[in-house]
């Protein structure tokens, strides 16, 4: 649905995007990770056809976006993190007019508007001036235009800034459900919790590169050597201390009063073998579970230079 | 897509024309209406009674022609430069509006409110007007002149508002006026049709107001045409080329701008030359005297010294089509990139302007040529001096290709505005030359302002008849330098371009 080929971006004497390759497949949920300056709203700018690349090639729904701009445009909805509306309209005529650019058929715009306003919850507001709107309304309104053509592609960076916990749940969930209707979704966000259970693929840059890209299982399987293990228990430590210090497999052991964590690298069913072995040896253990590293948990070793 | 349907125009028309705004513009322009009846009241109760409706319909018109030019300019100076700085232009470039939709939404829309206050007051003006006496149709081709003055105005001012940014806008906008008003004066000289370009000399026509201007006669190839006509046609002329460059570049980057193609730019620097041809009433070219029973009260001009105003003008659409083609940064390194890959010749479109500043020029030259070969049956060909236009073009081009060279080099540095920086250092290095010659001469008492203008600028070409032996002298010790600088220029381009990208390197961990 998104082809990105060998694209590249530079600016007077810098490389900004690096010859990337990225393929997103219909439905799919892409989440751009990286630091400041990796690349992503260049990237996203590209793709939607705002910046032309310096070479390569950005197809969506197998429409070269800017060999036939205005072609692929019906199949592409845009919000990026900092922009205004036109305060001088109402909120449906601001919708009203978004239809229309993107040419919908007359016939649907009204009750499209209205489908739209009821999807990010701005139905008491349908008649309001925009300028009286609050910033996370705002944010709401910018993202009920993006999607008011119901185009297949969605591009959004950084589109929760500035909404609050319940606005990001909303929007995280109207996201799910285009998701789940068929969009596809390129999202950058550094409120990385988003991403986290809500997107089907990550992609780390760094530097005008992907330096990652793939399933969140995927990379931090590749990423991780061991498995974090963290347990809590009752009682004296020290058997617990002596059991794990004797399995080979286990190092990295940092028992503090009752909980404590230690690095394991074996299989799945080692762990569960080292789990029976403790209970056995009278340990009462309380909890014992292996941490999963979490989107937030790359980007942090991204940002520390850790995951080259 | 008709205009009304055009959901930009749509989108103004809804924001401008909210009832309460309507209301309060159509009575604020009917009470300046009523003032200026009051005021013409007074002055004709004094002085005759009979002038009061012409003399209201004037001042009536006089609003209306201030609110819409003036309000024109603003508006469309700062509408996509505002939308811009506001972040709401890329929403609107990445909806399906093609350039040439989102342009006619933004001409007809953006200025809504100047045409709706102006509306509201035609209906009274038209009466006074035919109270006053004028006919019908005088008073509808007046208002046609007003509505197309009002569209070019927009155009223009739309046209300024791609390519600058911030609050400079609006300022810049109204710069747009001056060159109407003041192309005025050329109504009297030997190329009348140009002062159609200002609305001036078409009303001063329609209502014989000015004495004098009213004995002028445009003429077309030798055809007279009148002022009114002229006008309309030539803001339908420009116009389409304005919007030609806007419908090119409207969804463009402001660093991807690139106003015409190379081909359009030899079309329009074509299309500028038969104008200079057109304009120019053959009747006024003489040979090298003035012939016995000449008026003298008329404009004439010898033909050779039309063969080197015709120059002249050249050099200034050279330079025009020079900048208008400059390549944007990247583009130019994509293009080098390919043409050492052997992938794109040098003429490409991509690559760097100045080859096509040679077919712009000899076009000129053939244009040149033609009008001679056309007067020849009365202005022998000799007289034309041909050989000594085609060095003094040859001269010009030489100047052209270092200034334009110049600016692109400079369009390659990390500076801000580098175009608007590029004509400033120029303008500095053309002031301090003159400076340079003027001493020269209080020095050596002598005429080496000659060589000295001749080395450091074209200007001594075009001086020739002045000091023949001196002038060419300083030309070709001139033409030397602009050589060694030209290479020097290219060397520093292909330096710049040839420089690899910067690709930050990847952490290590």
Redesign the interface.
Known sequence: MIRLENVRKEYDDLVAVNDLNVEIPQGQVYGLIGPNGAGKTTTIRMACGLLEPTGGSVHVSGINVHQQPERAQQFIGYLSDFFSLYEDLKVWEYLDYFAHAYKMPEAGIRARIDEVIQQVGLEVKTDAMIKGLSRGMKQRLGIARAVIHQPKVLLLDEPASGLDPKARLDLRNLLRSLSQEGATILISSHILTELEGFCTSIGLMEKGRMVRSGTIQEITSTETEFRVVRLSWLGESAALQARLAANPKVSGIALNNLEGVCKFAGSEEDLADLLRDLVTAGVRLVSFGEVKQTVEDLYMKLSRNEVM | MLFWQN??F??HA???LRPARAVTAAALALVICALIGLACWASTTTYAQNDFFPLFYFWTMGFQFVVLTFWCASACGQAIARERE???Y?????????AAELMVGKLLGVPILAYYTVGCTVPLAMVMGIVGGYGLGTIALTYLLLLALGLFVSIMALWTSMQVEGASARTVGLLVIFPIAFTFGFAHSPFAGFGALSIFPALFTLYRVNLDLGRISPTVFGWTVSFPLLTLTLYLLFGAWFALMLVRNL???IE?IRLLSRWQAIGFAAFLNLLFYAFLNPRIIQPDSIPNGFQSDINWIAAHELAISAMAFNACILYLIGIATLSP??KL??WWRAYHARQAGYFSESGPPWPWLIPAALISYLMLVLEALWLQPRIPLDLWRLPVAAAVLGVTLVFVIRDVLFLQWIGLT?MKRPVMKGFFYLWLYYCAAVILAILATAVTRANTQFIVLGALTPYAAYASEAAPVSVWSGVLVGLVIQLFFIVLLLRAISGRLG?P?????????
């Open positions: 959901p930009e749509i989108r809804r924001a401008e506001m972040k709401t890329d929403f609107l470039k990445t909806t399906r509006l093609s969804k463009k980057e991807g940064q990247e390194k994509v990390r420089r990208a910067l690709v930050p390197a990847l952490s290590e961990g």
